[in-house]
């Protein structure tokens, strides 16, 4: 097999151009949403399903309260999120993934991304979130809850209020955390105290107005280069 000349381009080299424009248009559109809250749970839920009813109630009294409703632009959570959102005085975001299957943009979104890469799309969810809510989910939503949790402990994002709603969907989850990771070391014992767990809207809320009571929405300097470097 012949070794690749000096100077040709590969298909994949042009890639970063598609992936430049995503993260161009991200900032552009979203530069002036916050405060904001990410809202992350399942696409399988329906309609009559109390945990898409309770994220409705959750975006729409976070949307009276000020903030901006992130989600994923999707149907179940997602869509349950921006319909609460959009019902309010403030934006409703859907982030929106090109997926092979599961994914549909809901119709309650004032603003509309699409991505194709994932990764890109994560870093919109971060880079202008004043807080995170986890609603039930699966595997998309655990690599959202691992990310952001990774990113603050390690201090490469600002420490936000990460709020796990349902404490009995979670509680298993979270006796693993202490009962595996805090015993075998590989996370520390007040990595626990990184999220929160409640059980309705006004909680969530509550939660975020008391966090910022005490520590303010501007954040340090030094939260402010590491927001830079996401």
Same mark, same amino acid.
């Given at each position: 097999?012949?070794?690749?000349?000096?100077?040709?381009?590969?298909?994949?080299?042009?890639?970063?151009?598609?992936?430049?424009?995503?993260?161009?248009?991200?900032?552009? !559109? +979203? @530069?002036?949403?916050?405060? %904001? =809250?990410?809202?992350? *749970?399942?696409?399988?839920?329906?309609?009559?399903?109390?945990?898409?009813?309770?994220?409705?109630?959750?975006?729409? !009294? +976070? @949307?009276?309260?000020?903030? %901006? =409703?992130?989600?994923? *632009?999707?149907?179940?959570?997602?869509?349950?999120?921006?319909?609460?959102?959009?019902?309010?005085?403030?934006?409703?975001?859907g982030l929106n993934i090109e997926l092979p299957h599961e994914q549909s943009g809901n119709p309650h979104q004032d603003i509309s991304l699409t991505f194709?890469?994932?990764?890109?799309?994560?870093?919109?969810?971060?880079?202008?979130?004043?807080?995170?809510?986890?609603?039930p989910g699966g595997f998309g939503t655990l690599d959202e809850l691992a990310e952001i949790l990774t990113l603050v402990q390690t201090g490469k994002s600002?420490?936000?209020?990460?709020?796990?709603?349902?404490?009995?969907?979670?509680?298993?989850?979270?006796?693993?955390?202490?009962?595996?990771?805090?015993?075998?070391?590989?996370?520390?014992?007040?990595?626990?105290?990184?999220?929160?767990v409640v059980d309705d809207a006004d909680e969530v809320v509550k939660e975020i107005f008391e966090y910022y009571e005490q520590s303010g929405f501007t954040?340090?300097?030094?939260?402010?280069?590491?927001?830079?470097?996401?």
């Amino acid at each position: 097999m012949d070794k690749m000349k000096d100077g040709v381009h590969t298909p994949e080299s042009w890639k970063i151009f598609q992936i430049m424009a995503e993260f161009v248009e991200g900032y552009e !559109k +979203l @530069s002036n949403i916050k405060p %904001s =809250v990410s809202i992350f *749970g399942s696409a399988r839920f329906k309609p009559d399903n109390p945990y898409y009813k309770l994220t409705e109630d959750i975006a729409y !009294k +976070l @949307s009276e309260a000020g903030f %901006s =409703v992130v989600t994923g *632009g999707g149907p179940g959570i997602m869509e349950a999120g921006n319909k609460g959102a959009f019902a309010g005085p403030s934006p409703s975001v859907g982030l929106n993934i090109e997926l092979p299957h599961e994914q549909s943009g809901n119709p309650h979104q004032d603003i509309s991304l699409t991505f194709r890469h994932f990764f890109s799309r994560k870093v919109m969810f971060v880079k202008y979130a004043t807080a995170y809510v986890v609603l039930p989910g699966g595997f998309g939503t655990l690599d959202e809850l691992a990310e952001i949790l990774t990113l603050v402990q390690t201090g490469k994002s600002a420490k936000i209020p990460i709020i796990l709603v349902g404490s009995e969907f979670w509680k298993g989850l979270i006796q693993w955390f202490k009962d595996s990771l805090v015993e075998n070391g590989t996370i520390n014992p007040n990595d626990i105290d990184l999220f929160s767990v409640v059980d309705d809207a006004d909680e969530v809320v509550k939660e975020i107005f008391e966090y910022y009571e005490q520590s303010g929405f501007t954040p340090s300097e030094e939260e402010q280069e590491a927001l830079l470097l996401l």
